[in-house]
């Protein structure tokens, strides 16, 4: 019998045996997807469409990880610290996902570090239009 422990590290078997058995009955593997767009500028507009990209991910299957929909909402973008938090806080976080999709045509210097790192990692990049989320 495989040995579980919980997060203060005693022995845990029923958790553990339980997390096991709703992973095991997954269907499907569901992919974790980045979401790459521009933020800094025109912050209401681009969080707007931030949400449209997240919710054409979970139209596609996936589940959707916008940093830039987060960590706004604590740190300033206004506030050079915080921003570079923000993005480091962001750059881990990619680290964990499957692909990094990038929207538009407009390449920020967070999207193009975002873009870098996924690359160094061997993270798969997909480039979407907005055409491609706004199609009807």
Known sequence: MKTYYNHEGYPDPTAGQAVENVTKSEKRYIPLVYICSPYKGD??????????????????????????LLYPQMLSEDITGERELGLTFALILLSKCDELWIFGNHISDG????????????IPVRYFSEGEVYRK
């Open 43 to 68: 912050e209401e507009n681009n969080t707007r469409r931030a949400r449209d990209f997240c919710k054409f991910a979970i139209s596609k299957g996936c589940l959707p990880m916008a940093p830039h």
């Open 111 to 122: 999207m193009r570090r975002e873009r870098h790192k996924a690359k160094r990692k061997g």
